[in-house]
């Protein structure tokens, strides 16, 4: 059984585009996060959301927007696509206080032209 | 000054031989301490997590914190091939925040 899983794992689309990606996890978690990983493979936090409380990296540009339609979901959508935008997303996982222990999806390859 | 400093490597070292994998923090406020494993092309395994400072032994892992000195360590013993993948530290300073990672140190353990 696959705990945390993403959609699509690749995504390729032309710069101005607007997109989604969805995040699913059956761990019974109410924490969810998106971090993206650039070509340099450095992972870095955007968002952090849980049914109170959503985090949003300050360095985020608001193009970006996650949207958690219930617990176990949390989908980002990305508006007006950028080149720089290309990278690997993650999603992630975790119960409220124990963000130490968070369990990660598979990535989803995103490649804007 | 960045908050976690990783060296990226690569580091090559043959099979069976113990390996040491270190990490730098400025941020005093990180609670917790974690080493994922990352296969080429896979998301981010959680290994261990350690609170505070002190040594944590998993198997043939052990991870050791110093916050006096700000610096964590994951030792492997008895290398193997399956180690091979990029290993990046972790922290996290409680709340709602996500983790700060470091850049990732890719090992490769020589057969």
């Known amino acids: 059984d696959t705990a945390v899983s993403q959609t699509p794992k690749y995504l390729v689309t032309q710069m101005g585009n607007d997109k989604s990606i969805k995040c699913e996890q059956n761990?019974?978690?109410?924490?969810m996060y998106w971090y993206k990983q650039d070509s340099k493979k450095f992972l870095k936090i955007m968002f952090s959301?849980?049914?109170?409380?959503?985090?949003i990296n300050e360095t985020v540009p608001n193009r970006f927007s996650p949207k958690s339609p219930d617990k176990a979901h949390l989908n980002l959508h990305i508006n007006s696509l950028e080149l720089g935008d290309s990278a690997v997303y993650f999603c992630?996982?975790?119960?409220?206080?124990?963000?130490?222990?968070?369990?990660f999806g598979p990535g989803t390859r995103l490649t804007v032209t | 000054q960045k908050e976690v400093e990783q060296d990226p490597g690569p580091l090559s070292v043959p099979e069976g031989a113990i390996v040491s994998l270190n990490c730098t923090y400025s941020n005093s406020a990180f609670q917790y301490f974690m080493w994922y494993r990352q296969y080429s092309r896979k998301g981010p395994e959680l290994l261990m997590y350690?609170?505070?400072?002190g040594n944590k032994e998993d198997g043939r892992f052990t991870a050791q914190v110093d916050k006096s000195s700000k610096y964590i360590s994951l030792f492997i013993r008895d290398s193997q091939p399956s180690d091979s993948a990029t290993y990046l530290c972790a922290m996290w300073e409680g709340g709602a925040d996500g983790l700060t990672f470091g850049k990732g140190t890719h090992l490769i353990i020589q057969p």
């Open positions: 761990l019974g978690h109410d924490t």
């Open positions: 959301y849980n049914n109170k409380e959503l985090i």
């Open positions: 350690t609170y505070s400072s």
């Open positions: 992630a996982s975790s119960q409220a206080r124990r963000g130490y222990e968070q369990y």
